[in-house]
């Protein structure tokens, strides 16, 4: 079927603004220093943006990960969207989840759909005049945030002078560091910066770790002593996020709430976590699980099993949708992602105090626009 007659052949709104064009960016900003976590290490994050247009209007969209998501869009995705209603844009990911059946739905398609997803949704909010979090329906004013990042690499100064401007500088009271060091290896300096965290934020904060999958079910529960010890309540991907088992094992041998889903890159693998019992908050990421379009669905079926959505990383893409769901426990605040994101961004939020407020001054859309100039020396394509 040609593609004209493919949208003849679809339902669209009468009268709908079309999608005219859809174009991408490839940027990479390197890092202050060194970064790892239990399971990898870099020195710099790429990010690939989507601008889509309507009726003179431009949405904007966009995901962390391979440069490979933007040839994906190209080759795939901005064919199949451009022609579409602005309205339906369910419909839009729907087309894209099917059209790279062949080319791998999870991963780099992952990312690339999601991309388009949140621009076509900032697209569709700005032709409306609405903020985001408007056209969704809010279910909260404000949405609470955790500061991220005590990367492995970091040194005693380093790791507390992160913590001590989330929590003294930001009034941010809950934080997380990075565990796992070396696939698990250096159990010992997990400890010791588990303490020194602590002894960072005081007893008011909330201290959370994150081991990216770099212990064995055992091991991590043998950590357990540190963590009760430590009021540690978050305890983020202890092994393989595939080890549906492993996780349930360890959330139930720990006090500290057992989280994973970052890597959910479909609705069916939220379904597998939650089903296996092996959280007690979901994570979900709007840059990879299929958009805007998806994390909703998957907050939905979070709430279905009598649990909390929380959002992982890029935070100012989950700022609205976060506070569209009853159920969200908070949102990312990622070192990396917010640096970038007020390097590159203009509209960018203030988490002072622990939370933040999308669409608080009306702006249409997810309020953000690219600084060009700020953005040219990183841009690769």
Not at 160 to 170: A, F, I, M, N, V
Request: one cysteine or more.
């Amino acid at each position: 079927m040609t593609e004209p007659a493919r949208l003849a052949a679809e339902p669209q709104a009468a009268g709908a603004p079309r999608v005219e064009s859809v174009r991408t960016g490839v940027y990479t900003v390197p890092t202050e220093s060194p970064e790892a976590d239990g399971t990898l290490a870099w020195d710099a994050t790429t990010l690939v943006t989507v601008h889509v247009t309507a009726a003179g209007i431009e949405g904007l969209g966009w995901t962390y990960g391979s440069p490979a998501a933007a040839a994906v869009i190209d080759d795939h995705l901005a064919p199949l969207v451009t022609g579409r209603s602005a309205w339906d844009v369910p419909a839009a990911n729907e087309a894209m989840s099917r059209a790279v059946r062949n080319a791998a739905r999870p991963g780099v398609c992952g990312h690339a759909i999601s991309a388009v997803d949140i621009a076509l949704w900032d697209l569709k909010a700005r032709l409306l005049g609405l903020p985001l979090v408007r056209l969704l329906g809010a279910a909260r004013d404000e949405v609470p945030v955790y500061g991220s990042g005590g990367f492995t690499t970091y040194d005693e100064r380093q790791q507390d002078r992160q913590l001590r401007t989330w929590t003294e500088e930001l009034g941010i009271p809950r934080v997380k560091i990075k565990v796992g060091e070396s696939w698990g290896t250096a159990e010992s300096r997990d400890r010791m910066r588990i303490t020194r965290a602590r002894r960072s934020i005081g007893e008011a904060a909330d201290l959370y770790v994150d081991a990216n999958g770099a212990y064995t079910a055992k091991q991590a529960i043998r950590l357990g002593s540190v963590l009760e010890a430590e009021n540690v309540t978050w305890l983020e991907e202890p092994v393989s996020s595939d080890d549906l088992a492993g996780l349930a094992l360890v959330r139930g041998a720990v006090r500290a709430d057992v989280t994973a889903g970052e890597y959910g890159y479909t609705l069916a693998h939220f379904h597998r976590l939650l089903g296996a019992g092996a959280v007690d908050c979901l994570q979900a990421d709007v840059t990879r699980c299929g958009g805007i379009t998806v994390w909703l669905r998957a907050a939905a079926l979070a709430q279905a099993h009598g649990l909390q959505i929380s959002g992982h990383c890029a935070p100012h893409l989950h700022a609205h949708t976060a506070a569209a769901v009853p159920n969200l426990r908070h949102l990312e605040w990622f070192h990396d992602h917010v640096r970038i994101e007020n390097r590159l961004f203009t509209g960018t939020l203030d988490p002072s105090g622990g939370a933040v407020h999308p669409g608080a001054d009306g702006t249409p859309g997810h309020g953000l626009a690219l600084r060009e100039d700020a953005a040219r020396p990183y841009r690769e394509r």
